[in-house]
């Protein structure tokens, strides 16, 4: 069974930067496409983000494009969120997640339920 630590989160001001880590231990970690959620206060969890197991071919939802951006380090067993130009409304707990099928993503990529390994989170605030 795969553990997830996610860390880098913290207070910035808007149109600030974050980096988000997530480092994986207890199984073949290249294997599996990665992804990264998030949860908004009062709301539900929000796909945010999800990469291959290569790291060659990330998607992004659309509020993430062209600002955040996903990328992994197979031989460091670790997944990336670099955030730019943060926004109020970033706020948010952010997960990373292991995609449950191996190699590849397919259409179900922003499903909770395609992902079994879940982190404990990071918090990331950002101030207007």
């Known amino acids: 069974e795969v553990q997830l630590v996610e860390s880098g989160g913290g207070s910035v001001q808007a149109g600030g930067s974050l980096r988000l880590s997530c480092s994986a231990s207890?199984?073949?970690?290249?294997?599996?496409?990665m992804g990264w959620f998030r949860q908004a206060p009062g709301k539900g969890l929000e796909w945010v983000s999800v990469?291959?197991?290569?790291?060659?071919?990330?998607i992004y939802a659309d509020f993430a494009k062209g600002r955040f951006t996903i990328s992994r380090h197979n031989a460091k067993n670790t997944v990336y969120l670099q955030m730019n130009n943060l926004k109020p409304e970033d706020t948010a707990v952010y997960y990373c997640?292991?995609?449950?099928?191996?190699?590849?993503?397919?259409?179900?990529?922003?499903?909770?339920?395609?992902?079994?390994?879940w982190g404990q989170g990071t918090q990331v605030t950002v101030s207007a």
């Open positions: 997640a292991k995609y449950a099928k191996v190699r590849d993503y397919s259409s179900d990529y922003a499903s909770l339920s395609t992902y079994d390994s």
């Open positions: 207890g199984s073949i970690f290249s294997i599996n496409a």
């Open positions: 990469i291959n197991s290569g790291g060659s071919t990330p």
